[in-house]
DNA sequence: TCTGGGGTCCTAGGACCC
DNA sequence: TCTGGGGTCCTAGGACCC
């Protein structure tokens, strides 16, 4: 499209890079699996209503994309072999991925597996050339890990994006177009990029948002820059008005961020065949409230919030959360609140896809304090641990039980027509056999 | 063609406190 | 008697990214 000079950049003309290794899904279960090379291989759902995930290069000439719906996706390739995703497998090369460009600099950030944003601007005194880098970075992946990528540099996220997106191979007419491999957009040329772009090539805007700018007459980056920002506000919110225009102007001040902090867990399934009714929604519910506890306790984390997200076969979907005063990562504690929260849902229609979140997260520690009133669950006398311990365990079945009733309370159980199934239900189920989830092998004390 | 599952961020309104 | 703003937290919904 444009062509690249064949000058050399200092990391001031290029401090940031952005890798992304290409097909990644789809190209370790080849890895994994050699008789697959050369075939058109998907990962993701290949039921009625499965969505491709990643999808080899042999599988885009017919026209796979990812995010496409499965149905599509063999209509347009019926020879296309859709595999389940093996996730283990994809972190396990992801932190390798991420190793490699650790070898480089500390100083990066990883989106998803199989994406890396890096700043290199402090090898400026190591006197790194990026390019060099780039092309070290790529011939490291392919012959330690055996997999392909882009690599983009530029002066901000904005640009070094944009760049590896352009590094890519392409599908045009059916045939595969070798990609640069490294492309860097020089300050010199930034403008030039902005002016082609679509607005839909700006991070940050979808279907949605493309189409309200659409609406407003403005399809290509090089109208936003001339956009009133207040006017522009109006119909897209303040903050997306702002990012838009600065990306037109070819400003981005996202920084690269080493140490992102997790601010939420949940697990999310859509059903082969709509579930109707409560106790088949909370039957599902059940077994989504382990994986989130597991989740969480995963991340050594306990969380105030609890959302429930119900989406019918309309596509529409309505949620409800509830906050605590004290953090949980236990699968009854989980399932009391997110039952509560199901039941103030009006379920007359069919539900595909239900959801459980987790998230204003407390570090454990400090949940502990908080729920043993000043007892310490580490002391070296037994009789307080064991004291400690059980204030801990009542003290959370009470405000549990207080904060199912909030949630029945705020809601109005009369209101939903269920309450006759209701009775102490869900709080028994707490007691009952929350009693033993909070038992003393549960609780993590110390390292 | 009919839309997954893992997340992030934004908005707007209401409650509450000072 | 009627009426302040500002800040923070919570909730519901929407949009987006990989």
Redesign the pocket.
């Given at each position: 499209m444009l062509p690249s000079p064949s000058e050399n950049p200092s990391v001031d003309d290029a401090p940031i890079l952005h890798i992304d290794l290409d097909a990644f899904f789809a190209s370790v279960e080849i890895l994994d699996d050699p008789t697959l090379r050369g075939k058109p291989v998907a990962v993701?759902?290949g039921g009625?209503?499965?969505?491709v995930?990643s999808a080899s290069y042999e599988a885009r000439r017919f026209g796979v994309r990812?995010?496409?719906?499965s149905?599509?996706a063999r209509?347009r390739c019926p020879d296309l072999i859709i595999l389940p995703g093996r996730f283990d497998r994809y972190e396990a090369y992801s932190r390798r991925f991420h190793d490699i460009v650790r070898d480089l600099t500390p100083e990066y950030e990883p989106?998803?597996?199989?994406?890396v944003f890096a700043n290199l601007q402090s090898l400026r005194r190591l006197e790194v050339r990026p390019l060099q880098a780039a092309a070290g970075l790529r011939r490291r992946i392919m012959s330690e890990l055996g997999l392909l990528c882009g690599v983009g540099l530029g002066r901000n996220k904005l640009f070094a994006?944009l760049a590896s997106k352009e590094s890519k191979p392409t599908v045009v007419d059916g045939e595969l177009v070798e990609g640069a491999g490294v492309v860097w957009v020089s300050p010199a040329l930034e403008k030039q990029w902005l002016d082609e772009l679509p607005v839909r090539a700006?991070?940050?805007?979808?279907?949605?948002?493309?189409a309200k700018l659409q609406k407003l007459g403005l399809r290509w980056v090089r109208d936003l820059a001339k956009v009133d920002e207040a006017t522009l506000a109006g119909h897209v919110?303040?903050?997306?008005a702002s990012t838009l225009v600065a990306y037109a102007h070819g400003e981005d001040k996202r920084e690269v961020t080493v140490d992102r902090v997790?601010?939420?867990?949940?697990?999310?399934?859509?059903f082969a065949t709509s579930l109707r009714g409560l106790d088949a929604v909370i039957e599902a519910a059940r077994s989504q409230a382990a994986?989130v506890a597991r989740?969480l306790r995963g991340q050594n984390r306990v969380a105030?919030?609890i959302?429930v997200i119900v989406r019918f076969d309309d596509?529409?979907?309505?949620?409800?959360?509830?906050?605590l005063p004290f953090g949980i990562d236990d699968e009854f504690a989980i399932l009391a609140i997110a039952e509560a929260l199901v039941q103030s849902i009006d379920l007359a229609n069919s539900v595909?896809?239900l959801?459980i979140h987790a998230?204003?997260f407390l570090e454990r520690d400090d949940n502990n304090m908080q729920l043993s009133f000043g007892l310490d669950p580490t002391s070296s006398d037994p009789r307080e641990q064991a004291e400690a311990i059980s204030r801990e365990r009542q003290v959370s079945n009470e405000a549990l039980r207080d904060a199912v009733d909030d949630v029945r309370e705020k809601f109005g159980r009369a209101a939903v027509g269920v309450a006759s199934e209701l009775g102490h239900h869900g709080i028994e189920i707490v007691t009952q056999r929350g009693s033993s989830s909070f038992g003393p092998d549960e609780f993590q004390h110390g390292p």
């Open positions: 993701g759902g009625a209503r499965g969505v995930a990812s995010a496409m719906p149905v599509i209509r989106l998803g597996l199989d994406e994006k700006l991070w940050g805007v979808g279907p949605a948002t493309a919110g303040a903050a997306m997790l601010k939420s867990v949940g697990h999310d399934q859509t994986v989740a105030r919030t959302t596509l529409t979907s309505v949620s409800r959360s509830q906050t595909r896809l959801a998230s204003s």
